[in-house]
């Protein structure tokens, strides 16, 4: 019973094009959304973050949108650089709660 | 600042062997989580710790998995005996849980890729 989906398993963008990793939740109680990325044989690095009580934060080239009502967010990279190529992992974490669930993940690839 | 740290790096070991696996947290940080990823289930949330305490166990497997935190600069997730479905690599993540609150996150170490034949 997955409570954070991603639902692309894989996903290849045009380097300079803008990349748009999505995610879905189930669970209504949670608050607080991140994104980490993760290259091989590394453990994942924190990216961007969203509280619940905004729709959107942006940090340089990434942007994270939340639609609560759909229970949906999406992080948007661009432009897309060869270094983005990882695999990107969608969390959300409860309220007052401090467990970070998290989605399988999306392998987003760069192409030149 | 070193980061979470955790050993083995990598772990080959026979069905029905015990396996230990260790973490370091961040100093200062008061939250532990064990995560463990598969290609199948993703990074699952198996454990995690507050204070040293277990706060929320629901992700362990079966009773052959047992996790430690005997005190707040060690920790240690053990499978006793071993099974080649336990192969995965498991990843311990610290945080200062107040902080995190407002913005800031979990660290992950390196991870232990752990085998079982």
């Known amino acids: 019973d997955q409570q954070v989906k991603q639902n692309s398993p894989s996903l290849s963008v045009q380097e300079g094009r803008i990349s748009i990793l999505n995610c879905d939740y189930t669970?209504?109680?949670?608050?607080?959304f991140l994104w980490y990325k993760k290259y091989p044989a590394e453990g994942p690095t924190f990216l961007i973050s969203?509280?619940?009580?905004?729709d959107k934060n942006e940090d340089g080239r990434f942007t994270v949108f939340l639609n609560k009502s759909a229970k949906h967010l999406s992080l948007h990279i661009v432009p897309s650089q060869p270094g983005d190529s990882a695999v990107y992992f969608c969390?959300?974490?409860?309220?007052?709660?401090?467990?970070?669930?998290f989605g399988k993940g999306t392998r987003l690839h760069i192409l030149p | 600042d070193a980061g979470v740290i955790q050993s083995p790096r990598h772990e080959v070991t026979e069905m029905g062997q015990e396996v230990t696996l260790r973490c370091k947290p961040i100093?200062?940080?008061?939250?532990l989580f064990w995560y463990r990823q598969t290609m199948m289930r993703g990074l699952e949330l198996l454990i995690y710790?507050?204070?040293?305490?277990?706060?929320?166990d629901s992700g362990m497997p079966e009773d052959r998995f047992s996790a430690k935190m005997p005190n707040a600069s060690f920790s240690t997730l053990k499978i006793q005996p071993s099974e080649p479905r336990d192969s995965a690599v498991y990843f311990c993540?610290?945080?200062?849980?107040?902080?995190?609150?407002?913005?800031?996150?979990?660290?992950f170490g390196e991870g232990s890729w752990l085998t079982v034949v």
């Open positions: 969203i509280s619940s009580i905004k």
């Open positions: 710790f507050n204070n040293n305490v277990p706060i929320d």
């Open positions: 969390a959300a974490s409860p309220n007052r709660d401090d467990k970070i669930i």
């Open positions: 669970n209504s109680m949670f608050d607080y």
């Open positions: 993540a610290s945080s200062l849980a107040l902080q995190r609150r407002h913005g800031n996150t979990i660290y």
């Open positions: 100093s200062g940080h008061n939250s």
